[in-house]
Each structure stands twice: as C-alpha cells, then as structure tokens.
C-alpha cells in the first residue's frame, strides 16, 4: 500500500514523509479539500485485495508503535525488534522506523484474509489512497499554510473503480484518521521542522539516538526519564511525573516537548537554574549526564536488537533446512 501524509511548506507541495517516491506519477494533479468527493472503496470483495500490502515503506509513528504493541503484547523492544528496520525519515537526518517486510517484500500483517491488526494499523495505511500536504505560495512563508489533500491513484487498484462516494472529511472519520492525526501532531511537527532545514543541517549523533529512542522505545524513554540523571537537569512538575509514569499517550506527549527542547532550543522544558548555572560555571561541554546515560541505552538496546535478528536469522535458516 503506498502512503501519504504531510508536508512541510514548499511552493507546490513534494510528496510526503510517508509515501514511496517510486510512482510520483500516481499521484492525481488535483488538490482536493475536506469536502471534495472521493469515489473510492477497499473492501475485501475487490480483486486486487491486499495487492497493495507489499513493496511498501509504512513508517511508523511513536503512536503507531504504541497502538500496535497493545494487541501484540509485546513491550517495545521486541516489537522492534521483531517489525521494524531503522530508516532516516524522508528528507531529514532524523532516524526512525519502518516496518519490516518479509522476504517477499509483503507485510508481516498480511494473510490473504487481509490485515490480521486492521483496528490498530498504521496511520499510512489508514490514509492511502489519499494524502494530505500543506501548501505556502511562493514569497508567503509567515502566513498559515493552506492545507490539502490530493489522490494516490495506482493502476492496479481497483478501489477507484467502486461506486461508492464520500468527502474527504467522511473518509477520515471512516479511517480513525482524525485520532492518530492528533496522537501525531506534536511528532510531526518535529519531523517536518527538522525537514524545513534540509538535509545540509546535520544533528549530532547523539542527538540522533536521542530522537531515535524517544520516537520508537517509549519504555526505555521511561527509563531515561527515571532513572538516569534527567530530573536532576529538568525542572518537571509532580503532577506530569505522576502522569507519565504509568500513561503512555501522557509520556508519548512529554517527549516530544523534551525532543523540540533539545533539538530546537525551544522552551517546552526548564532546565534547572543551578543546572544552568554549574553549566555556566564549569563551562561544560554540551554533553550533560542525562545525554550520557542516554546513550549507553541506546547502545545497549542497538547490541539487544543486533543480537535477536542474528537469532531470527539463524532460526529461519534452521527452519527452513528443516
Ligand atoms: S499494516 Fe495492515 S493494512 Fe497496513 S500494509 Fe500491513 S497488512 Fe496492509
Ligand atoms: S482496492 Fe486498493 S487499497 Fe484496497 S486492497 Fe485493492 S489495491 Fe489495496
């Protein structure tokens, strides 16, 4: 299934974080609104069905990973482990994931039933065939972007073919597209202000596993935030301790306000003043405790992970010699 999703501000819009460069000619020239009409239907009595669950790149959000390790029951690291390759998120310096196709380049959540977690799939998957980008015209940048969607169209789906007509609107209220889109926004706007820098912005490699594992491993942000040095740097209210201790969505929430603070500068969190102060005082290097506790983790989880796809490897080879 080719995806879609949002853009960042460009004088016509490029495609999206989500969706595979390969058919920019797929894409319909038309911008559509909320309230234009789609004229589609996928559902399982279409011939091409499934068709489009292969040679796909779904990026995962750290929503979609949340959602889909609830009916998993797996904690983070072994959904990684198990579902997801590391990818740099399109036109950034932002590493992530995507899920990881089998050897026939179809997903792993794919029978010929259909989708095996169809309540919980990803939101690129719950947007195709249509995409959502934001437009600034030309000389115009500090204005609001205008947002749009626009039609995937691929010669082998046959959903277009249906009757069936819709808005847009319509369509994303069917596809559960207004929830993720609000789990995702604070995420997004990261990744799209980090793509508005263009690839010749570089952030350091630690900065890089930081986002890594805030975005992909909430358990071990946990960890991070708890057990390591963070709240003696971070001045964090009791109320949100309380809170993202045990509420994922809360803590999902939280590191993205700890992301945009440490990627952008911005002051979503307060370092602490005697922080800031021993900081000027010592003249430290940018490198603070909580950023070296962070990294042994993220090591750490990089060797975990290493060493379970050696061992996925090693029992596919078994099985099938045996
Ligand atoms: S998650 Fe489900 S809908 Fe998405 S590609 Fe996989 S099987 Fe298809
Ligand atoms: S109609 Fe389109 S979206 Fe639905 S299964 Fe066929 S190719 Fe996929």
């Known amino acids: 299934m080719s995806k879609s999703q949002q853009t960042p501000q460009s004088p016509s819009f490029d495609k999206s974080l989500f969706a595979s460069d390969n058919n920019p000619s797929n894409i319909m020239p038309a911008k559509l609104t909320a309230d234009s009409i789609l004229k589609f239907r996928c559902h399982p009595g279409v011939s091409c069905f499934t068709n489009c669950c292969g040679n796909i790149n779904i990026i995962l959000t750290p929503y979609d990973i949340l959602r889909l390790r609830r009916p998993l029951n797996l904690s983070a690291e072994e959904f990684l482990l198990r579902f997801t390759t590391p990818v740099y998120l399109e036109k950034t310096d932002l590493p992530g994931v995507k899920i990881h196709l089998d050897e026939n380049g179809r997903c792993p959540f794919v029978t010929e039933e259909g989708c095996t977690i169809y309540p919980y799939r990803p939101t690129t998957c719950r947007y195709y065939p249509v995409g959502m980008s934001y437009f600034h015209a030309a000389g115009n940048e500090g204005s609001p972007a205008e947002e749009f969607y626009f039609l995937v169209k691929e010669p082998y789906c046959k959903g277009h073919e249906e009757p069936k007509e819709q808005t847009v609107r319509e369509w994303r209220v069917e596809q559960g597209i207004d929830e993720s889109d609000e789990m995702n926004r604070e995420w997004m706007e990261i990744v799209m202000r980090r793509k ?97 506790q962070a990294m042994e983790t993220y090591e750490e989880l990089r060797r975990d992970r290493d060493l379970l796809k050696q061992q996925i490897e090693g029992q596919k080879k078994t099985d099938k010699k045996s």
Do not use: H, P
């Open 196 to 292: 508005s820098f263009g690839l010749q912005a570089t952030l350091s490699e630690l900065a890089q596993k930081m986002f890594f594992m805030a975005s992909t491993d909430l358990d071990k942000f946990r960890d991070f935030v708890f057990s390591s040095s963070f709240l003696d740097t971070y001045d964090i209210d009791a109320e949100t301790l309380a809170k993202i201790k045990t509420d994922d969505i809360a803590l999902m929430k939280f590191s993205c306000k700890y992301l945009a603070s440490s990627i952008f500068g911005t002051k979503d969190l307060t370092i602490k003043e005697e922080k800031v102060k021993a900081r000027v005082e010592q003249n430290k290097s940018t490198q603070g405790e909580a950023e070296k």
